[in-house]
């Protein structure tokens, strides 16, 4: 008999490469993972691993094993969640992950509705920018991702995560209100100024370098930030321009400019769960109430 938990430390060393990056997601030591997966081959009576190097590949056979993996432990989170629908209500612990304009501009409004309509749910939160979230996700750390897509830049789709759509976020352009660059009317028109951006190697970091290298030019970034509410203060303040998504000044008399883009593009924001969660009260209760606010109603 193959041992489940055994099975989810040969996904997770699929997903993440090395026995120490299992161990360091899992809370494990390496050693610990390794007499593991060493167990799960007796179990399974063939090779699972190769020696690369310094580290370990997966051979044919253990592929073909976490493929079984994803369906078995997707099943499991059903039968967990159809157990706890059926008292109906949504209680025990949700742990989330999100990143921070969303949690600026969504989640206090959810919480709101939420410890009206189910005080017996206890949400946690974490503050994790989307990709290090759906490895949490992955891991058993958070039960509920929110996530970001940028335009023309499609995400990987998980198998092992059901995602739902939860509201288009417009992205538009942030000057200040007095100074050089307040007369602007274009992208193209701010070529000479400072920029705040999100860093390298980041989506929105990406995306608002590539729209300003459409426009003809190389950005001047000044600042490079994941904090977008500073993005918007620098804009505030006079010291630099930004492209920013609408839920950033959610709920802010922001003293900015903002300018439409011409194809008006905005980031896709999604809910994603383990497969087979997504029937639990918990998460379908956290979900309602986040479109409910995304959509502008409050109770």
């Known amino acids: ?13 699929h997903r993440r490469g090395t026995l120490a990056a299992v161990a360091s997601a ?24 190769e020696k ?6 997966l051979t044919a056979a253990a592929r073909l094993l976490v493929e079984h993996a ?18 109906g209500e949504a209680v025990g612990t949700l742990r989330v992950a999100s990143f921070q304009s969303v949690l600026f501009a969504l989640v206090p409004g959810a919480l709101t509705l939420l410890a009206a309509r189910y005080p017996a749910l206890r ?3 974490e503050h994790r920018e989307p990709e290090p979230a759906f490895s949490a996700l992955a891991a058993h750390e958070v039960d509920l991702v929110l996530g970001e897509e940028y335009p023309g830049l499609p995400q990987a789709r998980r198998a092992d995560v059901e ?9 538009r352009l942030a000057v200040p209100t007095t100074g050089p660059w307040s007369s602007a009317r274009r992208l193209e028109d701010l070529a000479q100024a400072s920029w705040v951006l999100e860093p390298p190697g980041t989506d929105p970091g990406r995306w608002s370098v590539t729209r300003c290298r459409q426009a003809g030019f190389e950005p001047d970034a000044r600042v490079r930030t994941p904090d977008v509410l500073l993005h918007l203060h ?17 709920g802010r008399g922001a003293d900015v400019r903002i ?3 011409p194809d008006h593009p905005s980031r896709r924001l999604f809910t994603g769960v383990r497969r087979g969660a997504a029937g639990r009260p918990a998460v379908r209760a956290f979900r309602s109430a986040l479109r409910q606010v995304a959509a502008g109603g409050s109770g």
Do not use: F, I, K, N
Not at 1 to 13: C, S, Y
Not at 52 to 57: A, D, K, S
Not at 71 to 82: G, P, T
Not at 163 to 171: K, P, T
């Open 70 to 87: 994803d369906v078995v432990l997707a099943q499991l989170e059903r039968a967990e969640a159809d157990l706890a629908a059926l008292s």
């Open 163 to 171: 995602e739902e759509d939860l509201v288009l976020d417009e992205l």
């Open 259 to 261: 300018v439409d883009l």
């Open 234 to 250: 620098l804009v505030e303040t006079g010291h630099a321009v930004a492209l920013l998504p609408d839920l950033v000044r959610s």
């Open 1 to 13: 008999m193959l041992d489940v938990h055994r099975l989810r430390l040969l996904r997770e060393l």
């Open 52 to 57: 690369r190097g310094r580290g370990v590949t």
């Open 123 to 125: 949400v946690v939160l």
């Open 26 to 49: 899992l809370s494990y030591s390496p050693s610990a993972v390794s007499q593991q997966l060493s167990q799960l081959e007796a179990e399974a009576g063939v090779p699972l691993l």
